[in-house]
């Protein structure tokens, strides 16, 4: 199994909907629009398998000190072997890279993400532009069960 990490390109879209189309579906991931990823396609890298995309997140930058992990996903078959760990550590280095101070996730795997160094904090905590720009599209919305945790670099 030989795996690839590289940084999305405007042709990628299409396969990167597919792949996360479960996820949103169930509402454990927000939709983006062809339109939203084009505009953003900078904050994306990739996990190739053998050829085939098999995983994404994105870095999304806040401020000059603050950025969020989002839309982490890795097919189904293919998780437990790093990859999703790895597509985390590449956004931390480029987070760094940037000079950003601190790392936002809001996730369902808490666990996960503690594992690799994040923190529980307050939703309060959260800049409110994330929630009126990002939260408010979620079907879940008001009634969120995400866990908002940060990681300092």
Not at 104 to 130: A, M, N, R
Request: hydrophobic share 40%; charged share 25%.
């Amino acid at each position: 199994m030989k795996i690839e990490y590289i940084k999305a390109s405007l042709s990628d879209i299409v396969a990167m909907q597919k792949l996360v189309h479960f996820e949103v579906e169930i509402g454990t991931i927000l939709q983006r629009s062809s339109d939203e990823m084009a505009t953003n396609i900078r904050s994306y890298t990739l996990a190739y398998i053998d050829g085939v995309l098999s995983g994404f997140c994105a870095l999304h930058i806040h401020t000059t000190s603050l950025a969020e992990i989002r839309s982490l996903i890795v097919e189904e078959k293919f998780r437990g072997n790093k990859i999703g760990e790895n597509l985390i550590h590449r956004c931390v280095d480029e987070a760094r890279s940037l000079g950003l101070q601190k790392l936002l996730s809001l996730t369902y795997k808490q666990s996960f993400f503690e594992k690799l160094g994040f923190v529980e904090i307050q939703k309060e905590s959260l800049p409110e532009h994330k929630i009126w720009a990002d939260c408010i599209k979620c079907k879940h919305f008001p009634i969120c069960n995400e866990v908002s945790l940060i990681k300092n670099l």
